[in-house]
């Protein structure tokens, strides 16, 4: 297949943002890790920028209204994510912030960049929500969200009250109009964990898939956090329903992972397919009553392995093998039948 290509201009932004990713075995990255180095910016198309810094990715909406971001990046990294927003949209308020999980490679930065923005509050609701509040931008996410950053599990850290999202749904999707254009939120359960969403710029066409699609390793799915490989098939196949190809499956709708290059429909399609392959294989294996040791053995991902896999650090090929084996032992969530 020929699709080992890209535009000229996306090969620019593939080769520049071709990043390691480090995960740990229960599928959070430690923010530690991706603390390190600068914040760049990368203009995608229409209204939609790529800000990347520490090998994480975090997508940035500006217009007439103000400036919009998808994830914050990790703490250590905030002020140099602000500073570069301001670079870029010189005057512009940061007016919305939405989280994409609870993770804190993606949300660290929610408490510096929501006290750098400022919200449109006015008439009576001024005085209920306080000066502080109105000062500072709103933070959309999953209900999910805010229940992990408000009551933390086990090792999960402590999260400031002003890191929290203030404006949640419950829905399959939640909408707003910003920027002259529909930014839609789709929910996708089950997928790297219960309060996963995808964020589609519909005029400027542009996908921001959060951590249900990657391109530097295999899926990571969180099971303790109600993440499955079902759910990143459903995910996958939710990310290509938005996308429609340019000439040549080049170009059209671009797609910004949480982690790697920006991608357009035939990536997805082709990680997509590789995913849907192994959970096939996964799914065989339980059915046939294997042991996870005689899964690791069998080497159901070899053919993958050498473009996703690894041997050291945090999400290694053995650490997703064991993840995708309990995930279809015990599934959550389902996957469309693409």
């Keep these: 297949m020929s699709y080992r290509r890209q535009s000229?201009?996306?090969l620019v932004l593939a080769s520049t943002l071709a990043v390691a990713v480090g995960l740990t075995a229960g599928a959070v990255r430690p923010a530690a890790q991706a603390a390190g180095g600068e914040v760049k910016s990368f203009h995608v198309q229409g209204n939609v920028w790529l800000l990347t810094g520490g090998g994480v990715n975090s997508t940035v909406q500006i217009g007439d209204d103000g400036v919009l971001v998808v994830d914050t990046l990790?703490?250590?990294?905030?002020?140099?994510?602000?500073?570069?927003?301001?670079?870029i949209a010189p005057g512009k308020p940061i007016r919305t912030i939405i989280n994409?999980?609870?993770?804190a490679d993606h949300t660290g930065g929610n408490a510096t960049v929501a006290a750098a923005g400022e919200s449109v509050?006015?008439?009576?609701?001024?005085?209920?929500?306080?000066?502080?509040?109105?000062?500072?931008?709103?933070?959309?996410?999953?209900?999910?969200?805010?229940?992990?950053?408000?009551n933390p599990?086990?090792?999960?850290?402590?999260?400031?009250?002003?890191?929290?999202?203030t404006n949640t749904f419950f829905d399959?999707?939640?909408e707003i109009y910003f920027n002259g254009e529909a930014v839609q939120m789709f929910h996708m359960p089950n997928a790297h964990t219960d309060g996963d969403i995808i964020v589609y710029f519909r005029k400027s066409d542009v996908v921001a898939a959060g951590d249900t699609f990657v391109t530097t390793t295999f899926p990571v799915m969180n099971l303790a956090q109600g993440g499955g490989l079902n759910g990143v098939v459903a995910a996958l196949?939710?990310?290509?329903?938005?996308?429609?190809?340019?000439?040549?499956?080049?170009?059209?709708?671009?797609?910004?992972?949480?982690?790697?290059?920006?991608?357009?429909?035939a990536d997805v399609v082709d990680y997509r397919d590789m995913v849907t392959i192994i959970r096939d294989r996964f799914q065989d294996a339980v059915k046939k009553k294997m042991t996870l040791e005689q899964v690791k053995a069998a080497q159901l991902v070899r053919d993958y392995e050498p473009r996703y896999g690894a041997t050291q650090g945090f999400w290694t090929t053995d650490a997703f093998v064991e993840a995708a084996y309990r995930s279809m032992s015990q599934p959550r969530g389902t996957a469309s039948g693409r």
Excluded: C
């Design 8 to 10: 000229r201009r996306v």
């Design 74 to 87: 990790v703490a250590p990294l905030a002020e140099k994510l602000v500073a570069e927003i301001r670079r």
């Design 100 to 103: 994409t999980h609870a993770h």
């Design 121 to 150: 509050v006015g008439g009576n609701f001024a005085p209920q929500v306080g000066a502080g509040a109105a000062n500072a931008a709103f933070i959309y996410a999953h209900e999910n969200v805010q229940n992990r950053m408000s």
């Design 153 to 165: 599990q086990g090792s999960d850290p402590k999260v400031p009250f002003a890191a929290w999202p």
């Design 172 to 174: 399959e999707t939640k």
């Design 237 to 265: 196949n939710r990310i290509i329903d938005l996308t429609v190809p340019k000439d040549k499956q080049e170009g059209g709708t671009y797609v910004i992972p949480g982690h790697g290059r920006v991608t357009d429909e």
